[in-house]
Each structure stands twice: as C-alpha cells, then as structure tokens.
C-alpha cells in the first residue's frame, strides 16, 4: 500500500511516477524498499491516467449506494412474504 501512497504523492506534486522517484520516497519514509514492487508499480501505472482514474472513482460509489438499498429492501419483502407463506402453509396443515 505505502508503494500506492508514494506513487499518489508524486502525482499530486506533479512528479514523474519512476523507479528512481518512487524510491526516493518511500527511503524518505522510512520504509523498506523492494525493487520488484518498485518496478510492477511503475510499469502498472505506465499509461494510466491517474488523476482521471480518481476522479472516476470518488464518482462511482456514491451512484452504486442508492442501488444497494433499494436491493436490501426488496430483499426484506421478500424475506417476509416468504415468512408470510410458510406461516400460512403450517396453518392449513394444523387447521
């Protein structure tokens, strides 16, 4: 994670995300650094757009919300019509 939070500084500041600067932070925090993560991380981020990448991605959950709640509450009914049936079938059953 803290190899993303290097990678998201640089970009904000700017900077190229590289080996070299992505190093140089994270040496700067302290951290142990490993080249093969260093390098994946670069090579992942090579052609993305990050700032774009963020922007669509602080969108994206405040639209799926509405969606989960109305499925929770479909579910609910459903659960209680269900309750509702069982309940009506034992009744027919001892009746």
Do not use: C, R, W
Request: hydrophobic share 45%; glycine share 6%; aromatic share 2%.
């Amino acid at each position: 994670m803290e190899y993303i939070h290097a990678a998201l500084l640089l970009n904000k500041l700017g900077k190229p995300v590289n080996e070299v600067n992505v190093k140089k932070v994270m040496e700067a925090a302290g951290a142990h650094v490993e080249e093969a993560k260093v390098k994946a991380l670069v090579s992942a981020l090579e052609n993305v757009d990050v700032e774009k990448v963020i922007k669509e991605a602080s969108v994206t959950p405040v639209a799926v919300q509405p969606v989960q709640q109305e499925a929770k509450k479909e579910e609910k009914k459903e659960e209680k019509k269900s309750e509702e049936t069982a309940a009506a079938g034992l009744g027919a059953l001892f009746g």
